[in-house]
């Protein structure tokens, strides 16, 4: 598992990435209940999700940060990704970010992609 925390802050919000290989979409439900286990993680605003199956094809929730999860789909299958979750938290900060937290998400997934390279 990767898990990057303080990758992003913009006016009180605060952004963390996380992720790692998951088996289906069981695998993907237990990585979120693992991830949930830390109180921080748990209370976060928003955990938005997503990975690319094998046989299943992509599968995605945004947990209320709508259109967050399919950026995260699009940057996994330009990579060739699949059966690898990557889940963005967010820890909203009072102000609405507008079309600012699109790129906030892809600045995260975009630094797991990176730490992921490198450990792959």
């Known amino acids: ?11 009180g919000s605060r952004y963390a990435v996380s992720g790692g290989p998951v088996d289906g979409r069981a695998g993907v439900d ?3 209940r ?5 109180k921080k ?7 938005t999700w997503a990975a690319i199956l094998t046989g299943e094809g992509p599968v995605r929730n945004d947990d209320g940060e709508s259109g967050a999860a399919a950026v995260i789909v699009k940057m996994l299958e330009r990579e060739g990704l699949t059966d690898c979750v990557v889940v963005v938290t967010r820890w909203y900060g009072g ?26």
């Open 1 to 11: 598992m990767i898990r990057l925390e303080n990758v992003v802050s913009d006016r």
């Open 30 to 32: 237990a990585f979120l």
């Open 34 to 38: 693992d991830l949930k286990r830390q």
């Open 41 to 47: 993680y748990a209370k976060a605003t928003h955990n």
């Open 95 to 120: 102000v609405h970010l507008g079309g600012d937290r699109f790129a906030h998400v892809v600045t995260c997934v975009r630094a797991f992609l990176e730490k992921w390279r490198k450990a792959g």
